[in-house]
């Protein structure tokens, strides 16, 4: 997926830029389960013991195992066959320490986008809060909603869109059911990414979940095309 | 200045599998979850003597004699009755110097350096860079726990997590009727009198309705069971009236039953509108990446069978 940074201070240069995305492939060069030299699948081959785990490794466990508590159970990032993949966390995790990255190097005004999930800093190249639009879930090209954030996060989950279809892209030949696509604002894109991923797995259930959590608003749309947001959405919203 | 990294960054690994879901209520208790369950009692031999003020010890500047042991039967630190029954409360201060908020969970474990154990009453947010306070009690009962001013481990967290997060009281805690285990009594639901003696359930075999309403027949439907990349998912939806009425978790990847009504949808000040596409300009689109379908596809191949 395609890491998007955008740094609006003049005084940015090309380093900057260099070291977000080199921690971004550090990240991956440590977590990612496609990887064979990677600590993560050193750990599920049993060639690393828990007392060299790296600190980042012990701290995305702890949090996972938090986030796993905070869902009641279903948020794991531990198979039955005991293999570990923690990467359901590490996007938000990683997005969000990027930003922090950016902001010790003096960036006040950026926003960081990978593969939809967005952290957003400052104000954008306008002075004007960050503009963020809301995918459509069925027209791949065009947005729904636009809502204007300043320091929080936002991340959306949903079906996958192709051309004009909407498709399961794990179960292809399936109908689609209710919700296709959840869109969460929260305090920063952690937050964001890895509530929504436990709340459009919810079904339509997810919206009152997010509703009842303290800290995130959501937009939600159904198959019909009928959206559902909770009660503090709509302060974020642009009006066109 | 923006740039595009093109990169397979993490790609194919964001499945991560999350439901939340409903406790199913067969259980009738919702026992609190601490954060790791080991259960740490501190041991009797390490409970420092209270600190009675022991004539014994004191300094003895006047020429009077010591009183006779006899003298001091009722000062003996005995708890009496009263204390035993009574639970050690109070405040403390949390402090999160770790760059994201933590949630501490209800029942959380708070233990002095000298092995007294407390739990904290609420779920308690500290946000990151913050503190706040919190209600706390004793693990046990009695005047030993009445303790003053001190600071606390949270064995429960992670062992790098420890260090960024502080606990400490700045007020002496207080005996007080025990709350703690009233949250946790179970409750039962009150005997449903039935005017009319009503038939056995026959869960199998009732006719379906003659006019079906809805999208949906009635009656329960078993999906597939799915690979959910940390375990496997199995739904089961129960349609009355057309409807979805609720969807229970056959398997999934923990060991209670549990499930999800679809009926808490149907939140009261939850606004819905028709989506309008627009073609406004923006900075950035937040958009969705390949998501885990394994709820989704085992509930959709349920409702396939239960398609009018």
Request: hydrophobic share 35%; aromatic share 10%; net charge positive.
């Given at each position: 997926m395609p890491i998007t940074v955008e740094i609006v201070d003049a005084s940015v240069t090309d380093a900057v830029f260099e070291e977000v995305f080199t921690y971004f492939t550090?990240?991956?060069?440590?977590?990612?389960?496609?990887?064979?030299?990677?600590?993560?699948?050193?750990?599920?081959?049993?060639?690393?013991?828990?007392?060299?785990?790296?600190?980042?490794?012990?701290?995305?466990?702890?949090?996972?195992?938090?986030?796993?508590?905070?869902?009641?159970?279903?948020?794991?990032?531990?198979?039955?066959?005991?293999?570990?993949?923690?990467?359901?966390?590490?996007?938000?995790?990683?997005?969000?320490?990027?930003?922090?990255?950016?902001?010790?190097?003096?960036?006040?005004?950026?926003?960081?986008?990978?593969?939809?999930?967005?952290?957003?800093?400052?104000?954008?190249?306008?002075?004007?809060?960050?503009?963020?639009?809301?995918?459509h879930p069925f027209k791949e090209h065009e947005i729904v909603k636009v809502v204007n954030l300043e320091d929080q996060g936002i991340a959306t989950s949903g079906t996958?869109?192709?051309?004009?279809?909407?498709?399961?892209?794990?179960?292809k030949d399936q109908p689609l059911t209710d919700i296709v696509s959840l869109t969460v604002i929260g305090p920063n894109v952690y937050e964001a990414d890895r509530f929504v991923t436990a709340a459009f797995a919810m079904g339509k259930a997810g919206i009152s979940f997010i509703e009842r959590t303290p800290g995130l608003e959501g937009y939600m749309i159904d198959k019909n095309s009928i959206a559902t947001m909770t009660s503090g959405f709509e302060r974020y919203v642009r009006l066109v | 200045?923006?740039?595009?990294?093109?990169?397979?960054?993490?790609?194919?690994?964001?499945?991560?599998?999350?439901?939340?879901?409903?406790?199913?209520?067969?259980?009738?208790?919702?026992?609190?979850?601490?954060?790791?369950?080991?259960?740490?009692?501190?041991?009797?031999?390490?409970?420092?003597?209270?600190?009675?003020?022991?004539?014994?010890?004191?300094?003895?500047?006047?020429?009077?004699?010591?009183?006779?042991?006899?003298?001091?039967?009722?000062?003996?630190?005995?708890?009496?009755?009263?204390?035993?029954?009574?639970?050690?409360?109070?405040?403390v201060l949390i402090t999160n110097t770790y760059s994201v908020s933590l949630t501490l969970r209800k029942t959380t474990r708070l233990l002095t350096a000298d092995g007294k154990l407390y739990h904290l009453a609420q779920a308690t947010v500290v946000p990151s860079g913050g503190q706040v306070t919190a209600d706390v009690y004793a693990d046990q009962n009695g005047s030993l726990y009445a303790i003053g001013p001190t600071t606390f481990s949270v064995p429960g967290l992670s062992s790098s997590l420890q260090s960024y997060v502080t606990v400490s009281s700045n007020t002496s805690f207080v005996l007080a009727q025990p709350v703690a285990l009233a949250a946790i009594v179970p409750t039962l639901p009150p005997p449903t009198p039935s005017p009319v003696?009503?038939?056995?359930?026959?869960?199998?075999?009732?006719?379906?309705?003659?006019?079906?309403?809805?999208?949906?027949?009635?009656?329960?439907?078993v999906g597939n069971s799915v690979d959910a990349y940390y375990g496997n998912v199995q739904v089961e939806a129960i349609i009355q009236g057309g409807k979805i009425v609720d969807v229970q978790f056959l398997d999934h990847p923990q060991d209670r039953g549990r499930s999800i009504s679809i009926n808490d949808y149907a939140m009261p000040n939850l606004t819905s509108e028709a989506i309008q596409a627009q073609s406004a300009q923006v900075d950035v689109v937040s958009g969705a990446t390949a998501t885990s379908g394994a709820f989704v596809q085992s509930l959709a191949s349920a409702l396939a069978q239960a398609k009018n």
């Open positions: 550090s990240v991956d060069e440590r977590f990612s389960t496609y990887k064979d030299t990677s600590e993560i699948t050193k750990i599920n081959k049993g060639l690393i013991k828990p007392s060299e785990y790296s600190e980042d490794m012990k701290l995305v466990f702890a949090l996972s195992e938090e986030t796993k508590q905070l869902t009641r159970g279903f948020f794991d990032i531990v198979s039955r066959d005991g293999t570990i993949d923690p990467s359901g966390l590490v996007k938000g995790w990683s997005i969000y320490h990027a930003g922090e990255l950016l902001k010790k190097k003096g960036c006040k005004n950026f926003f960081i986008d990978a593969g939809g999930d967005v952290e957003v800093f400052g104000r954008n190249a306008q002075g004007e809060l960050w503009s963020v639009g809301i995918r996958y869109i192709r051309g004009q279809h909407i498709y399961n892209p794990f179960a | 200045m923006k740039k595009i990294l093109f990169a397979f960054f993490l790609i194919g690994t964001f499945v991560a599998y999350a439901v939340f879901v409903q406790q199913s209520g067969t259980n009738g208790v919702n026992t609190p979850v601490v954060m790791d369950r080991r259960q740490t009692v501190p041991s009797v031999a390490t409970i420092p003597p209270p600190t009675q003020p022991s004539v014994a010890t004191n300094p003895a500047p006047s020429p009077s004699p010591v009183p006779p042991v006899t003298a001091l039967p009722t000062s003996a630190p005995v708890p009496t009755n009263d204390q035993l029954s009574l639970q050690a409360q109070g405040q003696q009503s038939p056995p359930p026959t869960p199998v075999a009732s006719p379906p309705p003659a006019q079906p309403v809805g999208m949906y027949k009635n009656g329960t439907y």
